[in-house]
């Protein structure tokens, strides 16, 4: 389980890869008509008679598939090329007497002490050169050759073996990929150089990529280049290459586990429990997803319902298919639980797409960092109210997948999210660190600004890297604080707008290019022509007041929260204006470019000024808004149905039209639905 987390698939459709759409998928894959609750198991504390006994348990909740394997290691390898699947065969085995499908990990982190051992390559060295133990998870050089060949020969083994088990349903890779430490060895100096000589080529294209004349930091041979500072101090440069060649470390791994699969079990697709926002590592997965994932899948463990549906939503990326929530909140670390909690949050997932909730995790554990983490069975071996809640969810589920669920959407509106741009707006600390200052309030209060609207709106949003993606399947391409655009992005969009797409974009975009430097052509960069105007100065002027010219007697109220750009328009046409400040300059603009149009704001992505310039456009661009709902609700229609979670502790009531049955609860009710605290209902069609 994660500690917490701090903001997790268009499929190739080469079926040689093992990669699919929702509408060609291999049979035996979960698709339409599929909903899926199972839970993740620790079995190797477990004696015989536990594991029998939890088997019989988990049938009778109703549960479907189970998840194990991971951070197990050591249980499959007990010494390096001894292997031992007496137990995991057995559970195996028993698995499929019971009817359950498994979803196998490939155990590839934390990895055994005796690699460690033989092979100290696998370290972590921290910046100061300290060679570090591996004193809990993930504390491994995933970069080293020696886990990277010994980790393709687990794959390979494990998949060998079960490939063709009838229980095996799935295959997940190193849970948690994304977190880690970055390590600083000479050995990962010497490959991060030679990542460097394949990009740039040269010492004089490095040296101009990093700028390196300011301040009489010139590289004169490769042997001088050194690990920047993941934490600073140092430029901004070369830590966006830093984090750009840990990234790649990571993507490496996730694509070797997947030729093993594509080699031993091409027919079961990769599930894997990614965390690419992972704080102390992450990795590019919106550019990189199709080389090694089958779903969009994540450990769900959500706090605010505005960030976890952006978060789920992003895990989903451009995919047609579900989202699987691989590991879902039960309790939490020092958290027994919430009645009725989890329950809401499953329909919460089921409204975003998803198609399987899997808690975290079956059993209490009674040792190691997560002792205190409360799961479905209690420390004393009894079943927890959680099991039959989740019991409960089984039930509902079941019922659910014969009436459109999961929910396979096909949004019209994508928002533009990128690593490259989460790295480059949270600089290192330095003595001279200009860029945290200017972008205010935030990269990631900019992105749920501009999502929130939608969210509160009920509409179906894809969070993608705009460079990696067809853009022709969206109406409307919004772009939220994009401070480093880089050139797939800026290219993609702008042949996006020239065929007829709307696109939107907000203050502080586009001012830096892929080297993390700033442009020296007019701001946006590469992009003035599409937007019709330039902008270069700023300023603040507080709380910002917008009156859209065809109707001066409404205001918007935006707050001071960052500078406003001062707008200088060519061909674009001023929309609106901030009514409160000298010369009440343009707040925004909209262009004709090529067949569509660029809308461009003034001010960081607000959603007191973004939702009702997106209420203008839902009925421009032919946008399809969600059934109306009270604040934290949140509603989709589903095949006719309206269905409503209130992830509040609140009753609520909710306008309908005529008398509507509630095919959860089956209440009819009439002119009002009145929803419970945490409650769900899927209305019947009038």
């Known amino acids: 389980m994660k500690p917490s987390r701090i903001h997790a698939l268009v499929l190739a459709l080469l079926l040689s890869a093992g990669h699919a759409s929702s509408a060609d998928l291999p049979a035996g894959w979960p698709g339409a008509g599929q909903l899926f609750v199972g839970t993740n198991y620790?079995?190797?504390?477990?004696?015989?008679?536990?594991?029998?006994?939890?088997?019989?348990?988990?049938?009778?909740?109703?549960?479907?598939?189970?998840?194990?394997?991971?951070?197990?290691?050591?249980?499959?390898?007990?010494?390096?090329?001894?292997?031992?699947?007496?137990?995991?065969?057995?559970?195996?085995?028993?698995?499929?007497?019971?009817?359950?499908?498994?979803?196998?990990?490939?155990?590839?982190q934390p990895a055994p002490r005796w690699l460690h051992h033989k092979y100290p390559g696998v370290d972590i060295v921290n910046a100061a050169g300290t060679r570090l133990a591996p004193a809990e998870?993930?504390?491994?050089?995933?970069?080293?050759?020696?886990?990277?060949?010994?980790?393709?020969?687990?794959?390979?083994?494990?998949?060998?073996?079960?490939?063709?088990?009838?229980?095996?349903?799935?295959?997940?890779?190193?849970?948690?990929?994304?977190?880690?430490?970055?390590?600083?060895?000479?050995?990962?100096?010497?490959?991060?150089?030679?990542?460097?000589?394949?990009?740039?080529?040269?010492?004089?294209?490095?040296?101009?990529?990093?700028?390196?004349?300011r301040w009489s930091r010139r590289f004169g041979q490769w042997d001088e280049?050194?690990?920047?500072?993941?934490?600073?101090?140092?430029?901004?440069?070369?830590?966006?290459?830093?984090?750009?060649?840990?990234?790649?470390?990571?993507?490496?791994?996730?694509?070797?586990?997947d030729a093993s699969r594509?080699?031993?079990?091409?027919?079961?697709?990769?599930?894997?429990?990614?965390?690419?926002?992972?704080?102390?590592?992450?990795?590019?997965?919106?550019?990189?997803?199709?080389?090694?994932?089958?779903?969009?899948?994540?450990?769900?463990?959500?706090?605010d319902p505005l960030y976890a549906a952006f978060?789920?939503?992003?895990?989903?990326?451009?995919?047609?298919?579900?989202?699987?929530?691989?590991?879902?909140?039960?309790?939490?670390?020092?958290?027994?639980?919430?009645?009725?909690?989890?329950?809401?949050?499953?329909?919460f997932g089921l409204a975003l797409g998803a198609q399987a909730v899997m808690p975290w995790t079956w059993h209490s554990?009674?040792?190691?960092?997560?002792?205190?983490?409360?799961?479905?069975?209690?420390?004393?071996?009894?079943p927890s109210w959680k099991l039959g809640e989740f019991a409960t969810i089984a039930k509902e589920f079941a019922q659910l997948e014969k009436l459109g669920f999961p929910r396979l959407q096909k949004p019209q509106v994508a928002i533009a999210y990128a690593f490259d741009n989460i790295i480059a707006t949270n600089p290192p600390k330095g003595i001279s660190n200009s860029v945290a200052p200017y972008i205010n309030p935030g990269y990631h209060k900019q992105m749920l600004g501009a999502y929130e609207p939608l969210y509160k709106d009920n509409v179906d949003v894809a969070v993608i890297h705009i460079g990696h993606e067809d853009l022709s399947r969206y109406k409307l391409v919004i772009v939220p604080g994009m401070y480093l655009l880089d050139r797939a992005s800026t290219d993609n969009l702008r042949k996006f707008v020239a065929a007829g797409g709307t696109a939107l974009m907000t203050a502080q975009s586009a001012k830096v290019n892929d080297f993390n430097q700033w442009h020296t052509t007019p701001l946006p960069g590469g992009l003035t022509d599409v937007f019709?105007?330039?902008?270069?100065?700023?300023?603040?002027?507080?709380?910002?007041?917008?009156?859209?010219?065809?109707?001066?007697?409404?205001?918007?109220?935006?707050?001071?929260?960052?500078?406003?750009?001062?707008?200088?328009?060519?061909?674009?046409?001023?929309?609106?204006?901030?009514?409160?400040?000298?010369?009440?300059?343009?707040a925004i603009t909209v262009n004709r470019f090529g067949k569509g149009q660029a809308i461009y704001l003034a001010t960081s992505g607000q959603p007191q000024l973004l939702a009702p310039l997106y209420r203008r456009l839902y009925a421009e661009l032919g946008i399809e808004r969600g059934p109306a709902t009270p604040e934290g609700v949140i509603a989709r229609t589903v095949q006719g149905r309206a269905y409503y979670v209130n992830t509040t502790g609140d009753a609520k009531d909710i306008a309908i039209t005529g008398a509507r049955k509630g095919l959860i609860g089956g209440q009819t009710w009439t002119g009002t639905l009145k929803l419970a605290p945490l409650g769900a209902e899927l209305l019947d069609s009038p």
């Open 42 to 108: 620790q079995p190797f504390d477990r004696s015989r008679e536990q594991i029998e006994r939890d088997i019989e348990r988990m049938k009778a909740a109703g549960m479907k598939v189970v998840r194990f394997g991971d951070l197990s290691w050591d249980s499959f390898e007990p010494a390096e090329g001894q292997f031992d699947f007496r137990l995991a065969d057995w559970i195996m085995d028993r698995m499929q007497a019971a009817g359950l499908k498994v979803l196998l990990d490939i155990p590839g």
């Open 137 to 213: 998870r993930y504390m491994d050089n995933t970069s080293d050759p020696d886990y990277r060949r010994l980790l393709v020969r687990l794959a390979d083994t494990l998949l060998k073996r079960y490939a063709r088990h009838p229980a095996l349903f799935a295959v997940g890779y190193n849970n948690e990929s994304g977190n880690g430490m970055l390590s600083y060895s000479e050995a990962d100096r010497q490959r991060f150089i030679a990542w460097l000589q394949k990009k740039y080529g040269t010492l004089d294209a490095l040296n101009k990529a990093w700028a390196t004349q």
């Open 225 to 257: 280049v050194t690990l920047p500072y993941q934490d600073g101090p140092g430029a901004y440069e070369p830590n966006l290459d830093l984090r750009r060649f840990w990234s790649q470390q990571t993507i490496e791994v996730l694509e070797l586990l």
């Open 262 to 303: 594509r080699r031993h079990a091409p027919d079961k697709p990769a599930i894997s429990n990614l965390w690419d926002s992972a704080p102390r590592k992450g990795f590019d997965y919106l550019s990189s997803y199709r080389g090694y994932a089958s779903y969009g899948a994540m450990g769900f463990y959500p706090g």
């Open 311 to 347: 978060e789920a939503t992003m895990m989903r990326a451009g995919m047609d298919t579900p989202i699987w929530f691989n590991e879902f909140t039960a309790g939490g670390t020092g958290y027994y639980g919430t009645r009725g909690r989890s329950r809401m949050w499953a329909h």
């Open 365 to 382: 554990h009674h040792g190691g960092e997560e002792q205190a983490l409360f799961g479905l069975i209690d420390h004393d071996d009894r």
């Open 532 to 586: 019709g105007l330039r902008t270069n100065e700023f300023y603040n002027v507080g709380d910002v007041t917008v009156r859209y010219a065809d109707a001066p007697d409404a205001e918007f109220k935006g707050k001071g929260l960052a500078p406003v750009e001062v707008l200088e328009p060519s061909t674009a046409q001023v929309l609106a204006r901030i009514a409160n400040a000298d010369g009440q300059p343009p």
